[in-house]
């Protein structure tokens, strides 16, 4: 079970009843220990022919995590590339919890325009991490 909290941005957007819906699916989340992994939550094509990835950020470790530069890259379940960018986001995430972040793709980021988003992967890492 993963322990929630959400970016100051989110804190003030989200309605109550939103921020319930993002608890309860990070409560049926067992969150894994020692590593920094990401789960999708909803994905969909915008009408600009972009994509927007909303995901679970999970920090499994005893200390915050400090990010600044995300490679993020989404993959079908053939393992195909559906979307892949550079992302500059200043985020912090609690020990031992998740965090509800979306990520913007442009049309020009997107490769694939009519992917299964039912079955995709997503990974998140921290540019210039070793």
Do not use: C
């Not at 100051?8 to 309605?15: A, C, D, F, H």
């Not at 992994?37 to 009408?47: C, N, Q, R």
Request: a negative charge; zero cysteines; aromatic letters at 10%.
């Amino acid at each position: 079970m993963s322990a929630i909290h959400f970016h100051p941005v989110w804190e003030q957007q989200l309605t109550e009843k939103e921020k319930e819906l993002y608890i309860q699916k990070a409560q049926s989340i067992d969150l894994p220990e020692e590593s920094f992994t990401a789960t999708p939550i909803k994905t969909k094509y915008k009408k600009n022919g972009g994509l927007v990835a909303t995901v679970f950020l999970h920090n499994g470790f005893s200390y915050p995590l400090r990010l600044q530069k995300q490679a993020v890259k989404i993959t079908d379940h053939h393992n195909e590339t559906i979307a892949q960018g550079i992302f500059s986001s200043s985020l912090e995430i609690d020990p031992m919890s998740s965090q509800p972040w979306s990520f913007v793709f442009s049309q020009q980021m997107t490769e694939q325009a009519d992917a299964d988003l039912s079955k995709i992967a997503i990974s998140v890492l921290e540019e210039g991490s070793e």
